[in-house]
């Protein structure tokens, strides 16, 4: 498996506070992503970045903002959590672009 | 913009059955094709993926695809599937130097013991 992890793996929240997941990888590829998972939708794109300092936008990025300052971490932020943003969270790594590798998950709750 | 179907939402088939999954997209150029695999509880894994070349693809497991172009479909296949294939299957497309994929929905395939 790629030398990817996110923490926390689990976080439970309320409404209204923000929320900030860590991706680590130790592969020293050029491209990491973040995606939500729910039922019935598959894989979301929520932000990515092809490199340091550059992010762009997926297709459910509303709500969501990212930053990249270093090739290892790729960080997602949820400026003020919502019902909504529950969900499981997963990063990815990709070196080319192409093929991607997944860490292993979160799990976040808004109640 | 690009984008994936996958037509299959829940399969169930009981052991040494065959199974085929469908996937089809719509990109208008160049793309590289992937399945994905998501086994209970655990993260997506590489499952198989085409590039260029011979269309029809073998992966881990077992199972194979085939890239039939003037279809746009990348479908998925095991001839006997077992107990331990039960997950959710994604078909991704990329499109050439993209830098990101599509994902479909998923499909999840039981397998009856």
């Known amino acids: 498996d790629a030398g990817i992890t996110q923490s926390p793996r689990h976080k439970v929240t309320e409404t209204g506070t923000p929320v900030t997941l860590r991706c680590h990888q130790t592969?020293?590829?050029?491209?990491m992503y973040w995606y939500r998972q729910d039922p019935g939708h598959g894989l979301r794109l929520i932000h990515y970045?092809?490199?340091?300092?550059?992010?762009d936008k997926g297709e459910v990025s509303d709500g969501y903002s990212v930053s990249r300052s270093k090739t290892e971490d790729f960080l997602l932020t949820l400026e003020s959590a919502t019902s909504s943003q529950t969900s499981v969270y997963f990063c990815?790594?990709?070196?080319?672009?192409?093929?991607?590798?997944f860490g292993p998950g979160t799990r976040l709750l808004v109640l | 913009a690009q984008s994936v179907s996958q037509h299959n939402h829940h399969v169930i088939l009981s052991e040494a059955a065959s199974l085929e999954l469908g996937c089809n997209y719509s990109?208008?150029?160049?793309?590289?094709l992937f399945w994905y695999v998501q086994y209970p509880g655990q993260h997506l894994q590489l499952l198989l993926k085409?590039?260029?070349?011979?269309?029809l693809v073998k992966g881990i497991k077992g199972f194979e695809a085939e890239f039939i172009k003037s279809k746009f479909s990348f479908n998925l296949r095991k001839p006997s599937v077992q107990w331990s294939d039960t997950a959710e299957y994604f078909c991704?497309?990329?499109?050439?130097?993209?830098?990101?994929?599509?994902f479909g929905d998923g499909t999840t395939l039981t397998v009856k013991p």
């Open positions: 990815a790594i990709s070196d080319r672009g192409e093929t991607q590798y």
């Open positions: 592969e020293n590829h050029r491209y």
């Open positions: 970045s092809y490199g340091v300092k550059d992010t």
């Open positions: 990109y208008g150029g160049t793309v590289n």
């Open positions: 085409y590039f260029s070349g011979d269309p």
């Open positions: 991704a497309v990329n499109g050439l130097n993209a830098g990101k994929s599509t």
